[in-house]
């Protein structure tokens, strides 16, 4: 079974950054795609950006493409999102989850396992 953590979360201003990180044990990491999603608020859970099991393929929302950077070191079963130009609008719960599915993915319903998650705050 793979466990998740995810770590880095924290109250930023506007224009700021965080880097977000997610632990994985049990399992390697080197066999999933993964993925962050974030949940604000009475919204849904939306996809942020996705990482191939190498780190050769990167996907992202286009809400945040610029913007954020998902990275990975299978060698120490992590996977990072660095967020830069942070805004209000950013504020959420981050997950980071992972995927059986070879190809990058932005459906929620294909990713099999999730962490617990940690709050983003961007204050205007």
């Known amino acids: 079974q793979l466990q998740l953590v995810e770590s880095g979360g924290g109250l930023v201003q506007a224009g700021g950054s965080l880097r977000l990180s997610c632990a994985a044990s049990g399992r390697t990491v080197s066999s999933y795609g993964m993925g962050w999603f974030r949940q604000a608020p009475g919204k849904e859970r939306e996809f942020v950006a996705a990482?191939?099991?190498?780190?050769?393929?990167?996907y992202y929302a286009d809400s945040v493409k610029g913007r954020f950077t998902i990275s990975r070191d299978n060698a120490k079963n992590t996977v990072n999102l660095q967020m830069n130009s942070l805004k209000p609008e950013d504020t959420a719960v981050y997950y980071c989850a992972a995927t059986t599915t070879i190809l990058l993915v932005a459906n929620k319903r294909s990713y099999d396992y999730w962490g617990q998650g940690t709050q983003v705050t961007v204050s205007s």
């Open positions: 990482i191939n099991w190498s780190g050769s393929s990167t």
